[in-house]
């Protein structure tokens, strides 16, 4: 991870502030809550700006648009706005 353009260790994190951008890419929704959710619960207290790709809607039982909001109501109570999620499904 990079700060201000400058790499840093743990002893550093306590004092970043929202300039710094991170970006989780997963494969499919819920990956972000089944694998990053500690991570991203940590960055987003840090005031870093979280972004998520995920690269499936879930369609493969023809639930896409229930997991599609399952994935934008899991990255809400994350702290990652709707708005900094993008859904691309690679088909």
């Not at 970043?16 to 619960?41: K, N």
Request: glycine content about 6%; aromatic content about 6%.
């Amino acid at each position: 991870m990079l700060c201000r353009d400058k790499q840093f260790n743990s002893s550093q994190t306590s004092d970043l502030s929202g300039d710094v951008r991170a970006l989780f890419l997963t494969a499919h929704p819920d990956d972000e809550c089944m694998f990053f959710a500690p991570a991203i619960l940590r960055l987003v207290e840090l005031n870093v700006s979280v972004h998520l790709v995920c690269l499936s809607q879930g369609n493969y039982y023809n639930q896409g648009v229930q997991r599609r909001e399952e994935l934008l109501g899991s990255c809400a109570v994350l702290g990652i706005p709707a708005s900094r999620v993008t859904i691309h499904d690679c088909k």
